[in-house]
C-alpha cells in the first residue's frame, strides 16, 4: 500500500529564509499530490495541487515540486514570515485513479523572529 | 467561497452515549464529503467516504455500526459516534468534495471529541 514519509521533527528557521519540506512516497507514482497547512487544533486547508506531469508550481511565496523519479516532493516558503508556522500536511490519493487522499503525518514548521 | 462548517466545535460525553457530529457545506453542494480522525500528531486517517442518497464507504477496520454516516443532502453530512468509550476520544474532521473542482477537498475545522 501507499505511504508517505515526512520529516517528523520540526524545522525551526529564520525569519525571511526559505523553508524547504519534503514528502516521500512509495509505492506507485500519484496522478497529483497536494500540500495543505494545518494550524493546532483546526481542520487543515488546501494550499496547493500538484500534477504528475508537472515539474514546479508556484503560488505567491509557496512552490512545490514534484519528481515522479524520485518518488518525492519538495514545498518551498520563500520570505518565511512567524505567521507561516504551522504543520503542513502532504497528501496523495489513496489509489491510482481514487479520490480518497491518504496523509503524511506532516512536519512542523516554526519560523522565528 | 467552498466553506465547510463542523458543530459542535467541541464535545465532552460519558462513556456509553451517542454524539452525533455534523458538517455542512455553506456555499457549494458536496457530491462527496469524507470523515477523518486524527490523533494528536498524527496524521489524518480517512474513516468513510459518503456520497449523497447512498450508503457510506468505510476504510478497513472501521466499524460501520459505532461510526454511523448519513449523507441526507448536497450539502449536509452527520457522523454519529455510537455508544462511545474513552478509545473514540480523538478529533474527527469532515471534508467535502466539489463537483466543480475535483481533486480539491475543503475541510472543516474539526471536532474535538472527548469521551469520559
Known amino acids: 500500500s501507499q505511504k508517505i514519509e515526512q520529516n517528523s521533527e520540526a524545522l525551526n528557521i529564520q525569519e525571511g529564509k526559505t523553508a524547504t519540506l519534503t514528502c516521500n512516497y512509495t509505492?506507485?507514482?500519484?496522478?497529483?499530490l497536494q500540500w495543505y497547512r494545518q494550524d493546532p487544533g483546526r481542520g487543515p486547508v488546501f494550499l496547493l495541487l500538484?500534477?504528475?506531469?508537472?515539474k514546479e508550481k508556484r503560488k505567491e511565496r509557496l512552490k512545490v515540486t514534484f519528481d515522479t523519479t524520485l518518488k518525492q516532493s519538495l514545498f518551498h516558503i520563500t520570505a518565511s514570515q512567524p505567521a507561516d508556522s504551522a504543520t503542513y500536511l502532504c497528501a496523495l490519493p489513496l489509489k491510482s485513479g481514487y479520490n480518497k487522499l491518504i496523509f503524511g503525518a506532516g512536519t512542523r514548521l516554526a519560523v522565528h523572529p | 467561497g467552498a466553506v465547510v462548517s463542523q458543530h459542535p466545535s467541541w464535545v465532552i460525553c460519558k462513556s456509553g452515549t451517542s454524539v452525533k457530529i455534523e458538517c455542512r457545506s455553506l456555499d457549494f453542494q458536496a457530491t462527496t464529503m469524507f470523515w477523518y480522525r486524527q490523533f494528536p500528531k498524527q496524521s489524518l486517517m480517512l474513516m468513510a467516504t459518503?456520497?449523497?442518497?447512498?450508503?457510506?464507504?468505510?476504510e478497513q477496520g472501521v466499524e460501520k455500526d459505532k461510526f454511523l454516516i448519513n449523507h441526507a443532502s448536497l450539502t449536509l453530512s452527520t457522523l454519529t459516534v455510537t455508544s462511545a468509550h474513552p478509545e473514540d476520544s480523538s478529533f474527527y474532521i469532515c471534508s467535502a468534495e466539489s463537483g466543480s473542482r475535483l481533486n480539491e477537498q475543503f475541510f472543516g475545522p474539526g471536532t474535538r471529541l472527548t469521551v469520559l
Open positions: 459518503s456520497n449523497e442518497g447512498s450508503k457510506a464507504t468505510y
Open positions: 500538484i500534477r504528475e506531469n508537472e
Open positions: 509505492n506507485y507514482s500519484p496522478a497529483y
